[in-house]
């Protein structure tokens, strides 16, 4: 390691007292970091009801319905300052996560991790608005999910 060089990233859940289980998240969120060489970054994960969400779509979006979760990044181009990231804040809809978990018939860790991983790909810059996007940033969801052994 370079002398002076931080490698670490810090990130913050907050659950507002929505849901308690996902202390594994820490695994599946160090793993998509590490699969694309990301270190010095801070984000926060936070969940919300729907009508936080909904709120949150409707204002940035101007999509005015529910959703499962909304990344607000922070980058446009890889900014780094004194070699760090700020990389901005995934909002989940627990409410939205615990009805796809059972719509889509797997665990509410499944879904809370799907949740998460796509979140955290769309901070670092990746989108599913053609065909080829969504090819590459569902692979790596799939491959980033099922090396932490959280599948379908």
């Keep these: 390691m370079d002398c002076g060089v931080f490698k670490m990233n810090n990130y913050t859940i907050i659950d507002n007292d ?5 202390a594994y998240l820490d695994g599946v969120i160090n793993r998509t970091l590490a699969k694309l060489n990301v270190h010095n970054a801070i984000f926060s994960v936070i ?8 709120k949150l779509n409707r204002d940035y979006r101007k999509i005015d319905r529910v ?6 990044a922070l980058e446009d181009e890889p900014d780094k300052i004194m070699d760090l990231r700020i990389l901005g804040d995934i909002y989940i809809c627990i409410d939205k996560m615990l009805e796809q978990a059972k719509m889509y018939n ?14 955290l790909l769309h901070l670092l810059g990746y989108d599913h608005q053609t065909p080829e996007e969504e090819k590459e ?3 790596l969801q799939d491959e ?9």
């Excluded at 969940?47 to 909904?54: A, H, P, R």
């Excluded at 959703?67 to 607000?72: G, L, P, R």
């Excluded at 980033?144 to 379908?152: H, M, P, Y």
């Design 18 to 22: 929505l849901y308690h289980d996902y």
């Design 47 to 54: 969940f919300v009801t729907k009508e936080e969400i909904q």
């Design 67 to 72: 959703t499962d979760v909304i990344s607000f």
């Design 106 to 119: 797997h665990s509410n860790k499944r879904e809370l991790s799907f949740l998460t991983v796509h979140g």
């Design 137 to 139: 940033m569902f692979g």
């Design 144 to 152: 980033i999910l099922e090396a932490e052994k959280i599948v379908r």
